[in-house]
């Protein structure tokens, strides 16, 4: 599985990177980004979990 933040939408509420820390984090420019190239597989329920809990809908794991 692969996840990705679109940085267009994302409007940086720090959610994500809460929700499966090893799967984003905070960039420097306050928005959300991903820091894996593979969700790993203990990951993907968190990495979803933050995909539906954001606010905006800029996460899309697939």
Same mark, same amino acid.
Request: net charge negative; proline share 6%.
């Given at each position: !599985? $692969? +996840?990705? /933040? ?5 409007? #940086?509420? #720090?959610?994500?990177?809460?929700? +499966?820390?090893?799967v984003?984090? !905070?960039?420097?420019?306050g $928005? =959300?980004?991903?820091? /894996?190239?593979?969700?790993? *597989?203990?990951?993907?329920? =968190? *990495? $979803? ?6 606010? /905006?809908? *800029?996460?899309?794991?697939k």
């Amino acid at each position: !599985m $692969k +996840a990705h /933040v679109d940085q267009d939408t994302c409007i #940086g509420c #720090g959610l994500c990177p809460s929700i +499966a820390p090893s799967v984003f984090e !905070m960039n420097d420019e306050g $928005k =959300a980004n991903e820091i /894996v190239d593979e969700v790993p *597989a203990g990951d993907e329920d =968190a *990495a $979803k979990e933050a995909e539906s809990s954001c606010p /905006v809908n *800029a996460i899309e794991c697939k």
